[in-house]
């Protein structure tokens, strides 16, 4: 490479116009292709060259465009690979949300038994309450009852018993008067 051919520099530019132009269509972008790959950067065809004597400059220009088509490579699939992940993700993160849903349900319906229960509870307590002043209530109608039962039968007996003394006199009164 150390003369410079005019060759060379008509070669270059051949190259830049051809990969700044954009294609025309499919078959002229294969044409160049092919055109491009038969010159290395010392303007020889690849028949030309002989075997296994390629320059520095066309070595590392290979390895570069290797190294980008790998980097390029691993992106892509770092992209679909971080795609996926994320996929993954979310999919988990639905199922989490999903069964968190379930539970809450499950807990809200819980609440709503234990709060039903509560107010039967506090109905019942209620109920119960009631139902202690009706029967202390009745507990005392009761008793009062069975006072005034007691002063009626006392009533009956002292009234008997007036009867009695009353049928008594009058028959002494007649007997008197007789």
Not at 70 to 78: A, I, V
Not at 159 to 174: C, M, P, T, Y
Request: hydrophobic share 20%; aromatic share 4%.
């Amino acid at each position: 490479m150390s003369s410079y051919s005019p060759r060379t520099k008509d070669l270059t530019r051949t190259r830049k116009s051809l990969t700044e132009s954009p294609p025309s269509s499919p078959t002229d972008k294969n044409f160049r292709h092919e055109r491009l790959s038969r010159y290395d950067s010392s303007g020889e065809t690849a028949t030309e060259k002989p075997l296994g004597h390629t320059s520095s400059y066309t070595r590392r220009e290979t390895r570069l465009a290797a190294l980008n088509r790998q980097e390029q490579d691993s992106t892509t699939k770092d992209y679909k690979k971080m795609y996926s992940e994320a996929l993954r993700e979310n999919e988990r993160l639905k199922s989490r949300l999903q069964d968190s849903k379930q539970e809450l349900i499950k807990i809200r319906s819980q609440l709503e038994k234990v709060t039903q229960r509560h107010d039967r509870i506090s109905e019942r307590s209620t109920v119960l309450e009631s139902e202690k002043r009706e029967k202390q209530a009745l507990e005392k109608k009761v008793s009062d009852m069975e006072e005034e039962l007691k002063i009626l039968t006392e009533l009956k007996s002292d009234n008997q018993r007036l009867k009695d003394e009353n049928g008594a006199l009058i028959r002494v009164i007649s007997k008197l008067s007789k």
